[in-house]
């Protein structure tokens, strides 16, 4: 009798938690709260399964947030925080079973309880992020990974804080925790060891190798600012030139074992980024000359000339680490301009020859042999088609200099984006003026009567509004790189005054 019991209460439990759209909650969730007081974690499955993984595959986030409950306090709770952390027979914990099945609430209910969920494994090595991505449950990965990246911030914070010096990791060749921070690119945790630790600014990488003698010899030894530098991390770098008050050009004077200055890492080709993989090899190479002289405007100028150990300087290295680049750049542009050229030459000859034929034709039953809109004006539509001549012309003659264009490495820094800017926009104001006349003769065609005079004005004016507004969109980022190329630059010299 007992046994029977025991298996009418697990099934009513399982029914409780299945339930998501009872309109007794309250009572789905004293029946599963008496089941958890009497059995506990027990399995409800021969997959090994407890309530908390059915409450988390069904997404009943009413029940599980009123079990763990706990205001605070751990101990007022039904479910305890270690309660969380068990798996059924696969392995999984009840935050896999909700990002397996897309239960963001769910999801987020059990990481307020128990936030090291996150970094849980299953018995096929998967971490919940990994199950939400492979179940393609976008939202939930994406909740995911700004809980764990939160959660390791916040960890390293309070390792941080329970540090009381930070000799230790001086003379430490495992490696020092902003040297490792400042390499990944955290910079949170950079600003924290900085903020109660402002002697770390002078930790050095001594990545330790053993020569076939037997004795450990460094490689190399560079200080933050070098690694930030040598990552193209605009945000660390700025915050270390904020931070760290440079006694002497200390750590931007460093050289690292092989001779190399803050500005020889700066010319490095190093790590492209995915973003300017996406965007390819000319805005990685316009990205690397910008920062390159980013680096340049704020390091003193005798380390301009300075040669390395193998007797380059910071402009030679530049130039040997980006040849491929460049050459690869120098190929996309020059393949992407022959075809804008032809565009153009088109756009072109089609206004010249509008310029000259009067739009309508002629009066031909009369034998008069008149233009049909000689007594209308037109002399808004010839300055548009003036204007988008000319626009195509500008455009050609921009393109015909970027094709001539010798393609250094300093090209790429303003030279070379603003003659693309020019011809670009030419090109595209040409087409909106061409877009403007063909206005202008519809409206002709009706003489300034339209049918529908508000719909007709909309789709006519948007059509010049919408290519202005979708080259701004295409090319902003290139306007953004020149911004603060020259902003950089103007702060350097005001410095300097």
């Known amino acids: ?79 305890k925080r270690e309660d969380l952390l068990g798996k059924n027979k696969k392995g999984n914990t009840p935050l896999h079973e909700a990002a397996r ?10 990481l307020r309880k128990q936030e090291s969920l996150v970094r849980e494994r299953n018995g096929l090595g998967e971490t919940p992020v990994y199950v939400a991505a492979a179940c393609g449950h976008e939202d939930v990965f994406d909740h995911l990974i700004a809980k764990k990246h939160a959660f390791a911030l916040e960890l390293g914070k309070r390792l941080v804080k329970e540090e009381r010096e930070w000799n230790r990791y001086l003379n430490d060749h495992m490696g020092s925790p902003i040297v490792e921070a400042t390499k990944k690119g955290i910079i949170e945790l950079v600003n924290e060891i900085l903020r109660k630790f402002p002697e770390a600014a002078f930790s050095f990488d001594k990545n330790s190798r053993v020569s076939a003698s037997g004795s450990s010899q460094n490689d190399k030894e560079k200080n933050i600012l070098h690694i930030a ?130 739009p309508g034709g002629y009066r031909q039953s009369e034998g008069e042999g008149l233009p049909v809109f000689l007594t209308d004006d037109m002399r808004m539509y010839y300055l548009h088609i003036f204007c988008g001549l000319l626009a195509a012309f500008v455009a050609f003659a921009t393109m015909f200099s970027i094709q001539s264009c010798p393609f250094r490495s300093n090209d790429f820094y303003l030279d070379l984006p603003l003659r693309l800017l020019v011809a670009m ?16 003769v519809y409206l002709l065609e009706l003489h300034g009567r339209l049918r529908f005079p508000l719909g007709e004005y909309i789709t006519l004016d948007n059509i010049p509004c919408n290519t202005i507004l979708h080259f701004l969109a295409m090319h902003g980022n290139a306007f953004e790189i020149q911004k603060l190329g020259r902003q950089r630059q103007q702060q350097q010299q005001h410095s300097e005054m």
């Not at 099945?101 to 059990?110: A, P, Y």
């Open 1 to 79: 009798m007992a046994s029977s019991a025991i298996l009418v209460t697990r099934s009513a439990a399982f029914r409780a938690a299945s339930d998501c759209k009872s309109r007794s909650p309250s009572s789905s969730f004293a029946t599963i709260r008496e089941f958890w007081i009497q059995e506990g974690a027990i399995p409800l499955d021969t997959g090994g399964n407890t309530i908390l993984h059915f409450l988390a595959m069904y997404g009943n986030e009413f029940v599980l947030r009123k079990l763990v409950e706990d205001n605070g306090n751990n101990s007022s709770s039904i479910v």
């Open 101 to 110: 099945f897309g239960r963001k609430s769910v999801v987020d209910i059990l």
């Open 229 to 358: 530098v040598e990552q193209k991390d605009w945000n660390i770098y700025d915050l270390l030139k904020r931070k760290i008050e440079l006694r002497d050009g200390m750590l931007v004077g460093d050289v690292d074992n092989h001779g190399n200055t803050i500005l020889h890492l700066a010319a490095k080709l190093g790590t492209p980024s995915s973003r300017s993989v996406q965007r390819g090899h000319l805005y990685q190479m316009m990205w690397n000359i910008c920062w390159f002289k980013h680096v340049s405007y704020n390091s003193p100028p005798h380390l301009w000339n300075l040669r390395n150990s193998v007797g380059k300087t910071a402009k030679e290295v530049f130039v040997k680490e980006h040849s491929e680049i460049r050459e690869k750049a120098e190929k996309a542009v020059k393949d992407m301009n022959n075809g804008l050229m032809l565009i153009v030459a088109l756009i072109g000859t089609v206004n010249f020859a509008a310029l000259f034929t009067p």
């Open 425 to 440: 926009g030419s090109l595209m104001l040409s087409v909106v003026f061409i877009a403007l006349a063909s206005r202008q």
